[in-house]
């Protein structure tokens, strides 16, 4: 009898290339109109927010096989349409997304929200992504599952280090600054999370301890030692 252990499903993820950017990213497994799509879907060339956020860091090969066989499914594809900015002004666009997410334990369309180009969108896609980690215990899958779902965590925790590797950790203004801040907290609060660690620098005020070279210091050095580097 194949013994069970407790994780979400998940599908085979590719490899990840952190050089490559936004406009030559290419992906063997998957064609490049696919991937020109997502980057597409996933961008602001209106720039509705005139550059007050930083740019998100575009998905890697790894997490795009991952979305590439979840918008396989017509729902899931529609969904994921509607991450669009074409469907901005329309209601509820991206709330059918994230309400999909959450009944299909969706982690292709969660990781998509996390490099949207607006950033209460990475918020939602990240917690998403946090709340399906807390949930594993309680989802059964075969060994040869749970491998797999190694391999997406580590995929996930490389991409995330690369958003806190070339996103600043703060910005200037008023509310703007604040959704950043929110928004690198839950990036962090992800990296512990998917490592099984905690810094506490999720918390309120944790900003301050970011920019202490220590503490910041001994996470990322704590996050690289998860993925073996």
């Known amino acids: 009898m ?113 490099a949207h180009w607006n950033e209460d969108q990475r918020i939602l896609g990240l917690e998403g992504l946090i709340e399906l980690r807390r949930m594993r215990p309680m989802i059964c899958t075969t060994r040869e599952g749970y491998e797999r779902l190694l391999q997406q965590d580590t995929a996930l925790v490389r991409y995330l280090l690369r958003v806190v590797g070339t996103t600043p950790l703060s910005i200037g203004g008023s509310e703007n600054a604040t959704i950043h801040e929110r928004y690198i907290r839950t990036v962090i609060q992800a990296l512990d999370t998917y490592t099984g660690q905690h810094h506490g620098l999720e918390d309120e005020g944790s900003m301050r301890r970011v920019h202490n070279d220590t503490e910041w210091s001994r996470a990322l050095h704590d996050w690289h030692s998860w993925l073996g580097e």
Do not use: N
């Open 2 to 114: 194949t013994r069970m252990l407790c994780a979400i499903p998940l599908l085979l993820i590719g490899c990840a290339d952190p050089d490559q950017g936004p406009d030559t990213i290419r992906c063997p497994d998957m064609p490049d109109t696919f991937v020109s799509m997502v980057l597409r879907t996933l961008a602001d060339s209106t720039d509705l927010f005139r550059g007050a956020y930083p740019p998100a860091a575009p998905l890697t090969c790894g997490l795009l096989s991952v979305l590439h066989e979840e918008l396989k499914d017509d729902s899931a594809r529609y969904c994921f349409t509607r991450l669009s900015r074409a469907h901005w002004s329309e209601d509820p666009h991206a709330r059918i997304t994230h309400a999909f997410a959450a009944r299909h334990h969706a982690f292709g369309l969660y990781v998509a929200a996390a």
